[in-house]
């Protein structure tokens, strides 16, 4: 009785040692760039009422800088995806807020996966790959870009959880970096 009292403590003290605080969320993984099936990604640009897309420019560039013939640049253009395809994987927007959903047309996707699989290929390091998300977006009017931010959440086939990709950006800061301003939505 002793023993199994001891054994007892023993493990009730173990557990407490363990250190994970179950009050707080886990932190998002990150997109493994080489394995993650990146063609399959559905993004979501989460902005303010009042900001959008521009039909056709967004882009996500794959580049594998490896030496001679296993290189890879693949900039895929972004299309628009069915409401379908994110539910219940995604949070409601924020107030005030809004998601345009995005995944890449066939032809993208299978370079994509061509690309990550010479990177397999070749035994590629992670550092050996970038992913470079291009949101271009356009206003309708009365949004500030120094007081607003936006995100770019994407969800992997089959994932509960999105990662971010940019995340809660201010949109002065990510359009410095396009070199371009805020055009006005057709």
Do not use: W
Not at 20 to 41: E, S
Not at 87 to 101: K, S, V
Not at 111 to 123: G, N, P, Y
Not at 156 to 178: E, F, V, Y
Request: charged share 15%.
């Amino acid at each position: 009785m002793r023993l199994a009292a001891v054994c007892l403590a023993l493990l009730l003290a173990g557990c407490s040692t363990v250190g994970v605080d179950l009050d707080t969320p886990a932190k998002p993984r990150t997109l493994d760039y080489v394995n993650d099936d990146i063609g399959g990604l559905l993004i979501a640009f989460d902005v303010p009422r009042g900001i959008g897309p521009i039909d056709n420019a967004s882009t996500l560039s794959f580049d594998l800088a490896l030496a001679g013939p296993s290189a890879r640049h693949v900039k895929a253009v972004l299309v628009p995806s069915d409401a379908d395809d994110v539910e219940g994987r995604l949070p409601p927007p924020g107030q005030g807020r809004t998601y345009y959903l995005f995944g890449l047309a066939l032809k993208d996707q299978a370079a994509l996966r061509e690309a990550q699989s010479t990177a397999r290929a070749a035994h590629a390091p992670a550092s050996a790959v970038t992913l470079t998300l291009a949101p271009r977006l356009c206003t309708s009017g009365g949004v500030d870009p120094k007081a607003v931010t936006i995100s770019v959440l994407a969800a992997l086939p089959g994932a509960a959880t999105p990662m971010p990709l940019i995340d809660h950006q201010l949109l002065a800061d990510l359009l410095a970096k396009s070199g371009g301003a805020l055009p006005p939505c057709s």
